[in-house]
C-alpha cells in the first residue's frame, strides 16, 4: 500500500523559507513521478510542481524562482523549498502519485505566511 506523508509546514513570515517534505512508502521513488500540489483557503487546488521517474521537474510559473524540488532516493523522500513566501502561498500543500493503476494523495501539511 503507498502512502504519502507530508511535514514541514508551518507558520512564516513574508520573505521567509521553509522546506517540505514528502515520505513516501509502498513505492519505489526512482521509479514514480511525485506531484506537489496546494489548496488556498476557499479555492480550488492547484498544480505546483512535479518532479518525474527520470528526475526532470516542472514547476508552475507563479512559483518559479522562488520554489523548488528535489528527490533523496535513498531516503524515499520528496522536498518542497520554498523561499521568498509571500501571503498568497498559504495553503495545505499535498503530494500525489500514480501507481500501478492507482491516485494516492498524503493528507497534506499547513503552510501559513502571515505576520
Known amino acids: 500500500q503507498v502512502r504519502l506523508v507530508e511535514s514541514g509546514g508551518g507558520l512564516v513570515q513574508p520573505g521567509g523559507s521553509l522546506r517540505l517534505s514528502c515520505a513516501a512508502s509502498?513505492?519505489?521513488?526512482?521509479?514514480?513521478?511525485i506531484h506537489w500540489y496546494r489548496q488556498a483557503p476557499g479555492k480550488e487546488r492547484d498544480w505546483v510542481t512535479t518532479?518525474?521517474?527520470?528526475?526532470?521537474?516542472n514547476t508552475t510559473e507563479s512559483v518559479k524562482g522562488r520554489f523548488s524540488c528535489s528527490r533523496d532516493v535513498a531516503r524515499s523522500t520528496v522536498y518542497l523549498q520554498m523561499n521568498s513566501l509571500q501571503p498568497e502561498d498559504t495553503a495545505v500543500y499535498s503530494c500525489?502519485?500514480?501507481?500501478?493503476?492507482?491516485?494516492?494523495w498524503g493528507k497534506g501539511t499547513l503552510v501559513t505566511v502571515s505576520t
Open positions: 518532479i518525474s521517474r527520470d528526475g526532470t521537474i
Open positions: 509502498g513505492l519505489v521513488l526512482r521509479l514514480a513521478t
Open positions: 500525489n502519485t500514480f501507481w500501478r493503476g492507482r491516485n494516492f
